[in-house]
């Protein structure tokens, strides 16, 4: 492995999290055998402290009874049981009198008679040889001059000393084991899964946008991560597809009357020299101009407003002033097509907007509705006005600005087909228009945080732009909307 | 009168300026910012033309500069930026009259002239005068002749805003704009159609027609006998 290597292998997630895991195991590992020790061996020191104390009480009984006759019979006694205690009389003079220990180490306690626990090392008689072993004793001088010793061999604690130190030890290697293993699982399972997104990644930012990240049907965190990223993309495929048609239809709708144009243009150059001529193409020729930008324009508009970014100020407005101006305005337009415009509006109707886009929008509907609901030269059955209706109301939190006319209307499978853009149904492509007058005003609706619906009016289209309505009514008069351009009255 | 244009493209200008002088008006040119500044501060001219967006000087700045000197020439914006917000940071700016690119030569022509009369002090009057037509801003009637015609609100704002630009070309734009506040186009002709029935109202009936077509521009209301 190069250093390289090692340092990669250091940094992955895997490698942390098994330090960690390590390091945290351990430390509760070494507080636990810490305490369990500490405790058993208090424990241990106090049940050794009591059998010698219980000992020694018993045995001065025996001596102040019966003399050290009775004393050593009894010590001779105790001392051939079974896990018997360690026990040792002297005499004034030191000789050992009775006992079952060999002897002391030099430098031993039996001079202090002071009762309090000493820890020593004795030699205990097996068979032929003197065996050392550890203990812990209390020397008591007994009256005569007499000294005793009673002690409890410490072998057994210091045997389960070692077994917490061999557990302790067994258990480094269990945590370095177990780190081991996280570190392999959460380098195998999981960071596998890690890589295998960014591997997909990689894939689709390399142009296979159709790719999706793989979902296991666990359940688990990386399945929601790859569900949301998966939505997401397909979100940005859409996108990316509804990109490529307006990119194609942009190609279409524009190019198709820069073709005319040009050609118009060419045919009266190779033709006769005449001014007149020149004039009318020239004429048609900026009437050519001037649909395409009003094309363009509506194009740019929308591509602005869907992405959220129009710029255009949001204010506090009353949407029946702006239905109420728009049909003053078209009031005339409709009676002169041979309709009748029928207005109901019931104010007032807070929203936060743009009157200029809101007006726009109504404007474009109504203007859809006189090509569409009143065609030149047809009359109504029975001579009467065909009506073109707008309607402003609310509905609960919606503001609702309907505009309905009674020509043919759309049928109700084209409904979501026609608020794309350039989609001209069948029966509007003799009439004139870009076929962006739909998704323009879809756009803003959008943008308002609203949304187009289209119905069906029986007869006709009844198309409704549906916009929040605003909250609070008094930002109306704090936000004085800067509208110095209107003409009083 | 004297128009200067700052405006960057050089050809452009150039069609302008030409414009502007068959129409009977003496035109400067300035092709970036700071020579516009200049010529601007020299003075003497009856209406600025002003791109947006111009190099060495942003258009906008120049117009902040004179109106800050207490300059009122009257600035007619030009710009690319067409959006509802782009007018308003315009006009704030101290602009008079805003104008989006691509515009028609009829259309600039129009608003120069109007803006141009804005700065005399004629249209403060409180009645209007047409030949026999005449309109009373203060009462809100219009007669011709000794005969009163009743207008309709609207009507009567459409002729106010014609007759105080009398003898003007005043395009279908501006009356979206002045009359009913509308900053965008819409694709049918509705201000024919309220022109056509004020005409009707006013013209009707009368030898001498003050409400005139005037082809490719506008309209035109004034008393000059053709």
Same mark, same amino acid.
Request: hydrophobic residues 40%; aromatic residues 6%; proline residues 4%.
């Given at each position: ?489 | ?46 209406? &600025?033309?002003?791109?947006?967006? #111009?190099?060495? $000087? ?5 117009? %902040?500069?004179?109106? =800050?000197?207490? !300059? ?36 600039? &022509?129009?608003?120069?002239?109007? #803006?141009?009369? $804005? ?5 403060? %009057?409180?009645?209007? =005068?047409?030949? !026999? ?42 009356? #979206? ?50």
């Amino acid at each position: 492995m190069t250093p390289l290597n090692r340092i990669g292998m250091i940094r992955t997630t895997a490698f942390k999290l098994a330090i960690v895991y390590l390091l945290a195991f351990t430390g509760l590992t070494a507080f636990l055998i810490g305490y369990i020790s500490y405790n058993t061996n208090a424990l241990l020191d106090r049940q050794l402290d009591a059998t010698i104390t219980a000992e020694i009480n018993s045995l001065t009984e025996q001596y102040r009874r019966g003399g050290i006759r009775q004393l050593v019979s009894s010590v001779e006694l105790r001392s051939r049981r079974p896990g018997a205690s360690l026990y040792l009389v002297n005499d004034f003079s030191g000789r050992s009198i009775v006992g079952n220990v060999a002897g002391l180490l030099p430098g031993s306690a039996m001079d202090i008679p002071d009762g309090q626990p000493v820890h020593v090392t004795y030699y205990r008689l097996d068979g032929d040889q003197a065996l050392e072993y550890d203990a812990i004793v209390r020397i008591y001088a007994l009256p005569g001059g007499f000294r005793m010793l009673v002690g409890r061999d410490i072998a057994e604690r210091e045997e389960f000393n070692r077994v917490i130190r061999d557990a302790a030890q067994f258990s480094v290697l269990v945590m370095v084991a177990l780190g081991l293993a996280t570190w392999i699982f959460v380098s195998r399972a999981v960071l596998k899964r890690v890589e295998n997104v960014a591997a997909t990644s990689r894939h689709i930012m390399s142009g296979d946008l159709s790719r999706r990240l793989e979902v296991t049907g666990s359940g688990d965190e990386f399945d929601d991560l790859a569900n949301s990223l998966n939505e997401m993309l397909a979100r940005i495929e859409a996108l990316m597809i509804g990109l490529k048609e307006v990119s194609d239809d942009i190609a279409h709708d524009l190019k198709t009357p820069l073709n005319r144009l040009r050609t118009r243009l060419e045919a009266t150059l190779r033709g006769p020299a005449d001014a007149t001529v020149y004039r009318d193409a020239i004429a048609a020729s900026i009437g050519e101009a001037d649909q395409l930008i009003q094309v363009f324009d509506a194009l740019l508009r929308i591509a602005r407003m869907e992405a959220g970014s129009s710029g255009d100020e949001m204010v506090p407005l009353d949407a029946a002033e702006i239905v109420e101006d728009l049909a003053d305005l078209y009031e005339p337009v409709v009676e002169d097509a041979g309709g009748v415009l029928r207005k109901a509006v019931d104010g007032p109707l807070p929203i936060a907007g743009n009157r200029t886009l809101i007006s726009q929008a109504l404007a474009n509907l109504i203007d859809n509705a006189i090509k569409y609901g009143l065609p030149a030269g047809e009359d109504a059955p029975g001579g009467e006005q065909r009506p073109v209706t707008i309607k402003g109301l609310r509905e609960g939190d919606e503001i609702r600005l309907c505009v309905a006319d009674s020509g043919p209307g759309i049928p109700e499978a084209d409904h979501a087909r026609a608020l794309q853009r350039f989609v001209r149904l069948e029966q509007s492509r003799t009439l004139p228009g870009s076929g962006l007058g739909l998704s323009l005003v879809s756009a803003i609706a959008r943008l308002h945080g609203g949304r187009l619906v289209l119905a069906d009016a029986k007869p006709g289209l009844e198309v409704t732009l549906i916009l929040p309505a605003r909250a609070n009514e008094k930002k109306a008069v704090e936000d004085a909307h800067d509208r110095g351009e209107r003409p009083a009255g | 009168m004297r128009v200067l244009i700052i405006e960057d493209d050089r050809e452009a200008a150039s069609y302008l300026a030409k414009g502007l002088v068959e129409a009977g008006h003496s035109v400067d040119h300035a092709p970036d910012g700071d020579a516009g500044q200049q010529l601007a501060e020299a003075g003497g001219y009856d209406v &600025l033309v002003v791109d947006r967006m #111009l190099p060495k $000087r942003d258009g906008l700045a120049i117009i %902040e500069d004179l109106r =800050r000197r207490q !300059d009122r020439t009257p600035v007619l914006i030009l710009s690319a930026l067409g959006q509802v917000d782009d007018r308003v940071k315009g006009l704030r700016s101290g602009g008079d009259d805003y104008l989006t690119k691509p515009y028609a030569f009829s259309e600039l &022509l129009a608003r120069v002239e109007v #803006l141009a009369r $804005r700065n005399q002090p004629s249209s403060v %009057e409180t009645t209007y =005068r047409v030949g !026999d037509l005449s309109l009373d801003r203060l009462t809100h009637t219009v007669s011709r002749g000794n005969q009163e015609i009743p207008l309709q609100p609207r009507e009567f704002r459409l002729l106010e805003y014609m007759m105080q630009h009398a003898g003007q070309v005043v395009t279908r734009t501006m009356l #979206l704009e002045n009359v009913w506040d509308y900053h965008f186009d819409p694709q049918t002709n509705v201000i024919d159609v309220h022109v056509s029935r004020l005409r009707a109202k006013i013209d009707k009936g009368f030898e001498r027609q003050l409400l005139q077509t005037i082809r490719g521009a506008g309209y035109m209301i004034s008393d000059a006998a053709e």
